[in-house]
């Protein structure tokens, strides 16, 4: 069974800087894909960043030039540096991962960002 396990969220003032961690478990093949969401409270969940099997990144504007999404040395593994954090960057962050044709999701680590 595919699982993900998300890590580094927590508390931090505004302007400071965390690093999301997301490992992908029970499968032997390398993703396609892995994505950053995040969902704040009251909002729709939303795409934060992806990085492909190829290297290829993408972010969303509103995180341009603060995120780096980045592959990590163990296979299926990804992370998220947040830099230069803002409060509206607070939410619940949820790694996702396309194995083939199939989706897979974490169960999400709160960042909280106080001014």
């Known amino acids: 069974q595919v699982q993900l396990v998300e890590s580094g969220g927590g508390l931090v003032q505004a302007g400071g800087s965390l690093r999301l961690s997301c490992a992908a478990s029970g499968i032997a093949s390398n993703f396609r894909a892995m994505d950053w969401h995040r969902q704040a409270p009251g909002k729709q969940r939303e795409f934060v960043a992806r990085?492909?099997?190829?290297?290829?990144?993408n972010y969303a504007d509103s995180v341009k030039g603060r995120f780096t999404i980045s592959r990590g040395n163990a296979q299926n593994t990804v992370y998220l540096q947040m830099n230069s954090l803002k409060p509206e960057d607070t939410g619940v962050y949820y790694c996702n991962a396309l194995f083939a044709y199939t989706n897979y999701w974490g169960q999400g680590t709160q960042v909280t960002v106080s001014t």
């Open positions: 990085v492909t099997s190829g290297g290829s990144t």
